[in-house]
């Protein structure tokens, strides 16, 4: 090594002690370095630095060191949705509320009014209409706080250490936790999509002592498919009554829900008490025709058509002591122009409908119970949320015996798969 007077080193502050082996990258004889050649070593030296381990550099614990050099994953799954569903996105119903305690033993509605209890800010963890879901934090052994930004239309709950499950509020950050962490999730549909995919879900980690934010996020539609109740064929002794009961138990806007009930004309001047039955509970009685022609009115004259419309008008009238809703369904939804024609001249607005066929001598209530999921499923798809913007009108009646015995059992059923129950509205119909 050359040793460079301690005068030089006093004055000239470029001058420093190096080898002057032979080699390339020798420095000149003398040790004398040029300006050059110290801008070229200010240059390599810090990128020489980052070829060592940081663990050379005497770094400090994980807690105290700048956490942003450390990788976490957060990963936020709906349902065991695989990667690809991330991208294309789930589907969850709304939740369709139900009143638990108007059941009776064997789980079926009660036939008799009991009053609504809110089950207020708590769910059941066998709810079936609530989604699956789990958060989970992996990475460098630390400390950071978590949180999940959602929009107003879904409420998110995270299952506790008791098992219970607490409801979360967007955006508001968790006390901190240790990493490794994971929770299970449950998601609730509140209000359905406008768009497909309009529902993001962002959960967000930031580790302590750091700026550092990791992120996942999955995206959902909700689908909202409402339903009413109409019943045709009444009023019928024992039938007609139980069905207005059971209707009791299920409540729509915190009252029990409205049906329409189309009636006969004929039975009607039998049994004008169910009729007033029916209006009492404020269900909408409907103009069901008079004699319910077997072979369809196109096989009538237009005088008689109007005479079997007017006729069960009255019979709804002297029943009631009021005039009725001008509102009317002709026998099977059958295609009679000339029928439509008479009724709209008559002032009456035409109620069809989805038929489920529960009149069929074969049908039990399991069978109208899955053509009523089918008619629901494709009424609003996730590639179309707001294909119907109406409710779907399912078509019962009141005498068989899968209808008036298991209503109940068929709504119920209805709700757990996520379709909404709401009132029978004459302005919503198709």
């Given at each position: 090594m050359m040793k460079i007077p301690i005068s030089d080193l006093r004055t000239k502050s470029h001058l420093y002690t190096f080898p002057i082996n032979p080699s390339p990258y020798s420095f000149p004889k003398g040790g004398r370095i040029k300006p050059a050649h110290l801008l070229l070593f200010i240059f390599l030296f810090p990128l020489s630095l980052c070829s060592f381990p940081s663990s050379a550099c005497g770094g400090a614990s994980v807690q105290g060191r700048d956490?942003?050099?450390?990788?976490?994953?957060?990963?936020?799954?709906?349902?065991?949705?695989?990667?690809?569903?991330?991208?294309?996105?789930?589907?969850?119903?709304?939740?369709?509320?139900?009143?638990e305690k108007n059941k009776n033993a064997q789980?079926?509605?009660?036939?008799?009014?009991?009053?609504?209890?809110?089950?207020?800010?708590?769910?059941?963890?066998?709810?079936?209409?609530?989604?699956?879901?789990?958060?989970?934090?992996?990475?460098?052994?630390?400390?950071g706080k978590w949180r999940l930004t959602f929009p107003e239309n879904i409420m998110i709950w995270k299952r506790t250490g008791n098992g219970e499950f607490e409801k979360l509020i967007s955006a508001k950050l968790s006390d901190e936790v240790p990493i490794p962490f994971a929770c299970n999730l449950k998601i609730e549909g509140i209000?359905?999509?406008?768009?497909?995919n309009d529902v993001r879900i962002l959960a967000e980690f930031t580790p302590a002592k750091s700026k550092e934010t990791y992120r996942d996020s999955v995206s959902l539609t909700v689908l909202e498919t409402k339903f009413v109740l109409t019943?045709?064929?009444?009023?019928?002794?024992?039938?007609?009554?139980?069905?207005?009961?059971?209707?009791?138990?299920?409540?729509?806007?915190?009252?029990?829900?409205?049906?329409?009930?189309?009636?006969?004309?004929?039975?009607?001047?039998?049994?004008g008490e169910l009729t007033r039955f029916v209006d009492l509970n404020g269900h909408?009685?409907?103009?069901?025709?008079?004699?319910?022609?077997?072979?369809?009115?196109?096989?009538?004259p237009d005088v008689m058509i109007r005479e079997d419309i007017d006729s069960c008008e009255e019979a709804i009238r002297q029943a009631l002591g009021k005039e009725p809703v001008k509102i009317i369904r002709n026998r099977s939804l059958a295609n009679e122009d000339r029928f439509d024609r008479a009724a709209k001249e008559m002032g009456y607005k035409i109620c069809r409908g989805e038929?489920?066929?529960?009149?069929?001598?074969?049908?039990?209530?399991t069978q109208i119970q899955?053509?009523?999921?089918?008619?629901?499923?494709?009424?609003?798809?996730?590639?179309?949320?707001?294909?119907?913007?109406?409710?779907?009108?399912?078509?019962?009646?009141?005498?068989?015996?899968?209808?008036y015995d298991h209503i109940g059992e068929?709504?119920?059923?209805?709700?757990?798969?996520?379709?909404e129950l709401v009132n029978f509205d004459p302005e919503q119909i198709y």
């Open positions: 956490q942003g050099t450390y990788r976490y994953v957060v990963n936020l799954v709906v349902d065991s949705m695989s990667e690809e569903m991330e991208d294309t996105g789930e589907v969850i119903r709304i939740n369709s509320d139900f009143d789980g079926n509605p009660l036939s008799d009014y009991q009053p609504d209890e809110k089950k207020g800010d708590r769910i059941e963890e066998d709810d079936p209409n609530l989604k699956d879901a789990s958060l989970s934090i992996k990475g460098e052994s630390a400390n209000k359905g999509s406008q768009t497909t019943f045709d064929d009444g009023p019928l002794p024992d039938k007609t009554d139980k069905i207005v009961r059971v209707l009791k138990n299920f409540y729509c806007d915190g009252e029990p829900v409205k049906a329409a009930f189309f009636e006969i004309g004929a039975k009607i001047n039998k049994f909408l009685v409907g103009n069901h025709t008079q004699y319910h022609e077997r072979y369809g009115h196109n096989v009538l038929m489920l066929n529960d009149w069929e001598s074969s049908s039990n209530f899955e053509r009523a999921v089918r008619i629901l499923e494709s009424w609003n798809t996730k590639e179309n949320p707001r294909l119907h913007t109406y409710p779907v009108i399912l078509i019962f009646h009141d005498f068989p015996e899968a209808t068929v709504i119920r059923y209805l709700q757990d798969q996520g379709f």
